[in-house]
T-cell receptor, first 114, second 114 residues
């Protein structure tokens, strides 16, 4: 079975500081990993994905994520956070050996203070 | 056109009412999804349509009835709902139902069952 863990319910950072949102996964086959962001009263927006290749993936709005196979992690990062990055972030995984559905983490609420 | 639209934005209905949610995309995507999301929780998959055929039903109660009239449209018919069905209902689409295809989400319909 596939699963995703986001160990932090909340992340608080000051504007201009680096932002990291953690994600670890468990799959039996090759992982396909995704990050989504949800602003209040909105749907989810796709940020980036890892399928294969370069472990550092660049996405929308200046976000990037690093795939680490040995640590089974896919942490989301942004070098300099903005107040407008305050939102709910979801990590998701699909198991390449079990092409059933997308499994979401519980979500991490990011608050960036001015 | 790179968006998924959903109507209505808000819906209030009694337990004896019949209503429908509508979702539309014009990205040529062949997979479409219905999710249910409770506040600050990850989305829960309900149904998947692939090439206009129902591919996955996540054991959803029969008071929810999906329909895919064509490749651009997805409906969710609601009948005899319960107060616990109140939630944000999200529609999504992807190029195909494959592992590596990211899903694009609509803004959702906020459903309240009285």
């Amino acid at each position: 079975a596939q699963s995703v863990a986001q160990p932090e319910d909340q992340v608080n950072v000051a504007e201009g500081n680096p932002l990291t949102v953690k994600c670890t996964y468990s799959v039996s086959g090759n992982p396909y990993l995704f990050w989504y962001v949800q602003y209040p009263n909105r749907g989810l927006q796709f940020l980036l994905k890892y399928i294969t290749g370069d472990n550092l993936v660049k996405g929308s709005y200046g976000f990037e994520a690093e795939f680490n196979k040995s640590q089974t992690s896919f942490h989301l990062k942004k070098p300099s956070a903005l107040v407008s990055d305050s939102a709910l972030y979801f990590c998701a995984v699909r198991d390449g050996a079990n092409d059933y559905k997308l499994s979401f983490g519980a979500g991490t609420t990011v608050t960036v203070r001015a | 056109d790179t968006e998924v639209t959903q109507t209505p934005k808000h819906l209030v209905m009694g337990m004896t009412n019949k209503k429908s949610l509508k979702c539309e995309q014009h990205m040529g995507h062949r997979a479409m999804y219905w999710y249910k999301q409770k506040a600050k929780k990850p989305p829960e998959l309900m149904f998947v349509y692939s090439y206009e055929k129902l591919s996955i039903n996540e054991s959803v109660p029969s008071r929810f009835s999906p329909e895919c009239p064509n490749s651009s449209l997805l409906n969710l018919h609601l009948h005899a709902l319960q107060p616990e069905d109140s939630a944000l209902y999200l529609c999504a689409s992807s190029h195909e139902e494959g592992s590596y295809n990211e899903q694009f989400f609509g803004p959702g319909t906020r459903l309240t069952v009285l």
